[in-house]
Nanobody, 130 residues
Framework: QLVESGGGSVQAGGSLRLSCAAS????????MAWFRQAPGKEREAVAV????????NYIDSVKGRFTISQDNAKNTVYLEMNSLQPEDTAMYYC?????????????????????????WGQGTQVTVSS
Protein backbone atom coordinates (compact mmCIF):
# COMPACT_ATOMS: atom_id res chain seq x y z
CA GLN A 1 0.00 0.00 0.00
CA LEU A 2 1.19 3.47 -0.88
CA VAL A 3 0.44 6.33 1.48
CA GLU A 4 0.65 9.90 0.25
CA SER A 5 1.22 12.81 2.62
CA GLY A 6 2.56 16.34 2.79
CA GLY A 7 -0.22 18.25 1.10
CA GLY A 8 -1.67 21.48 2.43
CA SER A 9 -2.82 24.98 1.67
CA VAL A 10 -0.28 27.56 0.54
CA GLN A 11 -0.23 30.89 -1.21
CA ALA A 12 1.02 31.28 -4.74
CA GLY A 13 4.79 31.15 -4.81
CA GLY A 14 4.96 28.81 -1.84
CA SER A 15 6.44 25.33 -1.57
CA LEU A 16 5.38 21.88 -0.42
CA ARG A 17 7.08 18.51 -0.27
CA LEU A 18 4.92 15.47 -0.88
CA SER A 19 5.87 11.99 0.31
CA CYS A 20 4.74 8.61 -0.92
CA ALA A 21 5.65 5.76 1.40
CA ALA A 22 5.29 2.09 0.57
CA SER A 23 3.96 0.11 3.48
CA UNK A 24 4.37 -3.63 3.76
CA UNK A 25 6.32 -4.13 0.55
CA UNK A 26 9.26 -2.85 -1.46
CA UNK A 27 8.18 -0.56 -4.22
CA UNK A 28 9.30 -0.90 -7.82
CA UNK A 29 12.28 1.44 -7.74
CA UNK A 30 12.58 1.33 -11.50
CA UNK A 31 9.35 3.14 -12.44
CA MET A 32 7.29 5.38 -10.19
CA ALA A 33 5.22 8.48 -10.74
CA TRP A 34 3.19 11.24 -9.18
CA PHE A 35 -0.22 12.04 -10.61
CA ARG A 36 -2.77 14.74 -9.89
CA GLN A 37 -6.43 15.37 -10.47
CA ALA A 38 -7.87 18.85 -10.36
CA PRO A 39 -11.61 19.45 -9.88
CA GLY A 40 -13.45 18.79 -13.12
CA LYS A 41 -10.35 17.54 -14.88
CA GLU A 42 -8.91 14.15 -15.72
CA ARG A 43 -6.11 12.67 -13.69
CA GLU A 44 -2.71 13.21 -15.24
CA ALA A 45 0.85 12.12 -14.68
CA VAL A 46 2.93 15.00 -13.33
CA ALA A 47 6.38 13.51 -12.77
CA VAL A 48 8.02 10.15 -13.42
CA UNK A 49 11.20 8.71 -12.00
CA UNK A 50 12.70 5.60 -13.56
CA UNK A 51 15.82 3.60 -14.29
CA UNK A 52 16.40 3.28 -10.57
CA UNK A 53 16.13 7.02 -10.08
CA UNK A 54 18.62 7.96 -12.79
CA UNK A 55 16.02 9.53 -15.08
CA UNK A 56 13.08 11.82 -14.52
CA ASN A 57 10.36 13.26 -16.69
CA TYR A 58 7.88 16.10 -16.09
CA ILE A 59 4.93 17.64 -17.81
CA ASP A 60 5.75 21.02 -19.27
CA SER A 61 3.70 23.02 -16.79
CA VAL A 62 5.82 21.90 -13.80
CA LYS A 63 9.28 21.74 -15.36
CA GLY A 64 11.75 23.78 -13.38
CA ARG A 65 9.38 23.96 -10.40
CA PHE A 66 8.82 20.34 -9.34
CA THR A 67 11.42 17.71 -8.53
CA ILE A 68 10.73 14.01 -8.09
CA SER A 69 13.16 11.89 -6.12
CA GLN A 70 13.29 8.56 -4.33
CA ASP A 71 14.89 7.17 -1.19
CA ASN A 72 15.12 3.42 -1.57
CA ALA A 73 16.28 2.92 2.01
CA LYS A 74 13.03 4.51 3.20
CA ASN A 75 10.86 3.04 0.45
CA THR A 76 9.65 6.56 -0.25
CA VAL A 77 9.17 8.77 -3.30
CA TYR A 78 9.07 12.54 -2.94
CA LEU A 79 7.73 15.43 -4.96
CA GLU A 80 9.30 18.77 -4.12
CA MET A 81 7.05 21.55 -5.39
CA ASN A 82 8.26 25.13 -5.58
CA SER A 83 6.76 28.33 -7.00
CA LEU A 84 3.32 26.82 -6.64
CA GLN A 85 0.52 28.35 -8.66
CA PRO A 86 -3.27 28.18 -8.28
CA GLU A 87 -3.41 25.85 -11.28
CA ASP A 88 -1.40 23.31 -9.27
CA THR A 89 -4.40 22.88 -6.97
CA ALA A 90 -5.36 19.21 -7.11
CA MET A 91 -5.40 15.91 -5.31
CA TYR A 92 -2.00 14.29 -5.73
CA TYR A 93 -1.43 10.54 -5.95
CA CYS A 94 1.54 8.28 -6.43
CA UNK A 95 1.94 4.88 -8.05
CA UNK A 96 4.80 2.41 -8.22
CA UNK A 97 3.45 -0.46 -10.32
CA UNK A 98 5.08 0.64 -13.54
CA UNK A 99 7.06 -1.70 -15.80
CA UNK A 100 10.73 -2.29 -15.17
CA UNK A 101 11.64 -1.70 -18.81
CA UNK A 102 12.85 1.85 -19.33
CA UNK A 103 11.16 2.24 -22.69
CA UNK A 104 7.74 1.39 -21.26
CA UNK A 105 7.74 3.45 -18.08
CA UNK A 106 6.70 6.78 -19.59
CA UNK A 107 4.00 5.06 -21.60
CA UNK A 108 2.69 3.42 -18.42
CA UNK A 109 2.50 6.80 -16.68
CA UNK A 110 0.58 8.38 -19.54
CA UNK A 111 -1.98 5.55 -19.71
CA UNK A 112 -2.47 4.64 -16.06
CA UNK A 113 -4.94 7.46 -15.26
CA UNK A 114 -7.39 6.04 -17.80
CA UNK A 115 -7.11 2.41 -16.72
CA UNK A 116 -10.31 1.44 -14.93
CA UNK A 117 -8.54 -1.38 -13.07
CA UNK A 118 -5.84 0.88 -11.65
CA UNK A 119 -5.91 1.30 -7.89
CA TRP A 120 -5.16 4.56 -6.13
CA GLY A 121 -4.35 5.59 -2.61
CA GLN A 122 -6.22 8.23 -0.67
CA GLY A 123 -4.07 10.97 -2.16
CA THR A 124 -3.00 14.22 -0.57
CA GLN A 125 -4.70 17.55 -1.28
CA VAL A 126 -2.72 20.56 -2.47
CA THR A 127 -4.50 23.90 -2.51
CA VAL A 128 -2.78 27.02 -3.80
CA SER A 129 -4.45 30.39 -3.33
CA SER A 130 -3.66 33.52 -5.31
Amino acid sequence: QLVESGGGSVQAGGSLRLSCAASGYTYNRNCMAWFRQAPGKEREAVAVIYVGGLKTNYIDSVKGRFTISQDNAKNTVYLEMNSLQPEDTAMYYCASDGPTQEALCLYWASKRPREKSASWGQGTQVTVSS
